[in-house]
């Protein structure tokens, strides 16, 4: 039951619509390191995010791929000993200046895990999770919100009729989508995927990674994936990254026929990792 | 080569097996003593307590003929300390739960109150009394009111609730704060939509459990200078009061057979109140818990 996503003439409210043409970057990671108490995770992180692109993320276990993409939204500082120093823009505004508020931060980036979290509650407040945080409570304008997220999802027409039934009992796949929509109803401009297929069977998987082509004309995605082939198919530009360093990050198609860097080649030929 | 003498291995085949039989026996004795103890006093309760237990018991105050002695002051003087004690307790253990869990920040001074609020659950409860007299009582001029021992009562299982609803909060997983952060949302709002409905079946749980101590409890209540004859309904949080444990407690300590019958009842009715209130703690447990 595959349902197209006939509903792609939903127009993202945007900020500012004029601007995106010459906008190229919507974050640009300037020397940024991190430690865990006396752990350094990252080292001298130095990379560009741009627009309306798909950056996938790769690297072995603990390379700090996780830990990167958690600094974006700064959900990284959850863990009580994390130590940061560097820069990270967002929009050209440093997201750790104390007058950047972590919660607008937030508000205009959303995130999907690695393992669907679904709040225990209905598949409709699931989704107006955000923005009724965000204070909008005309139930009207909910409703529209949950039913246009949920068809960006590519949920809609496998939840319409069970909207007010707890989430806890989709399949896995459909959690997963539902976390997307969740995401997507805060209408953020960047969604941040922290390996979203590593606990999906492989059709479900497939589902996703079309739904993020899709999602790429409206949002800046970043994706930090486990799986190089999911890599190679759905992004743009691929950053890859061992023991904390950014080792090469490039145009997707270069990285994976024809990379700089030996270890990214030894990586991506399966030599270790 | 073999190092393993098949023959020994037979010879000590059977001693193990009968030692692992001995200790099941031993283990089932010990079950079966606290089960024969529990027994022996439900059935002496209930056989002299049951006949004596009507409503007129229920209905009528304390008196010097035990055949019109109830226990309806003491019914009424248990509701008014509890209407003090629930709400004061829970919501002062919740509260120190959620700031000690969510808020405080990971140093010497939040560990030095986390234990020390397990230890303040072990306090016998007699000091707690002394401390109600001391501060309540005595330096706030409460007198032997209902409110003085509603807040002893409160100190008394604050620490209960405490451990409890930190407990409730700490089996929420990681994930569920991570999804509510990610949307911006503040602490605050996390803590209201997110936490606290997840935690609250086990945080009302715990305070049942905890309230279904102070019901029973008599030290504090007996310290602080309850009253054991009350002939009447407390009518404000002013009004002296007596509950049903120190009733109970000073039907067995008259000399007359009669009186010790009637206490009997009396335990019927509390321990009655008192399984009412665990099952409903058990039964929100098993209705709520959640499967993440």
Redesign the interface.
Known sequence: MTNAPENKQVTITNTIEPDKEDKKTIYSIDNFNLWYGDNQALYDVQLDIPVNKVTAIIGPSGCGKSTFIKSL?R?VE?V?SVKMSGSIKYNDKEIFSPKFKV?????SV??V?Q?P?????SIYENVV??P???GIKKKKILDEIVEKSLKEAALWDEVKDRLNENA?GLSGGQQQRL?IA??LA?EPEVILMDEPTSALDPISTTRIEELVQELKKDYSIAIVTHNMQQAARISDRTAFFLNGEVIEYNDTDKLFSNPDDKRTEDYITGRFG | MNLIDKQLVQNKMNNRIIKSRIMRTVFFLATSFGIAVLAVLLYRVFSQGLPYLDWQFLTNFASRFPEEAGIKAAIFGTLWVMAVTAPVSIVLGVGTAIYLEEYA??NKFTRFIRMNISNLAGVPSVVFGLLGLTVFVRLLEMGRSVMAGGLTMSLLIMPIIVVAAQEAIRSI??????????????KW?TVR??IL??AIPGMLTGSILALSRAIGETAPLLTIGAMSFVAYVPGSIRDSFTVLPIQIYNWTGRPQEEFHIIASAGIIVLLVALILMNSIAVFIRNKFS???
């Open positions: 939204n959900l959850l009580p919660e607008d931060l937030r508000t959303g995130m895990f393992n979290n679904p709040f225990p509650k999770y955000g009724k945080t965000h806890f976390c969740r995401c805060i | 920040k990971e997983p990681q994930n569920q704060y991570e999804a509510s952060y990610a949307m911006g949302a503040t709002q939509r997110v409905p997840a959640k499967r993440y």
